[in-house]
């Protein structure tokens, strides 16, 4: 009898590095664990919903309305899954997450959710060193959520600064170690 694989939900909200979430999925998915993605209105304008359905070979979450059944989808997979991660993570996120907002499928989901969170924070490096999105990522922080990233590098903008997301082989690695019970 082959053992349970572990399950990811995997956020993706609308920064750029998006595109880098679908390599993230795939690398997930080649390695064994089941991937369920949680998208936000915003990521879809980015990448599409189809690409995310064909590598993880899971169905995509883009809204808490369209639900096959009677379950809440967010609460089932919110109880079912071993490590949430957010790939990007937006500040818009951060912000939503940090105060209990939970207007969509991934806020939902991520508020409901118990086990370890990790957030992959992308985004301008204006916005990263705001006052605002410290004072939530410190209060994260303290509840336990764990970061990677962001890192220095080229900037969708085009500034070189801190505020790009990790590369997709040192999130798989923090995953790796996260479920093995290492922080």
Known sequence: MKPEKKKIILGVTGGIAAYKSADLCSKLTGAGF??????????QQLITQRCFLTLSRNPVICSLWDVPDWKPEHIELSESADLCVVAPCTANFIGKYTHGIADDALTTTALAFTGTMLLAPAMNCRMWRS???QDNCA??????VQFIGPEKGRLACGDEDVGRMSEVPQIVEKIQQLLAGKK
């Open 139 to 144: 209060i994260l922080r303290k509840r336990g």
């Open 34 to 43: 089941d991937v369920h993605v949680i998208m936000t209105a915003s990521a």
């Open 131 to 133: 006052p605002a999105v």
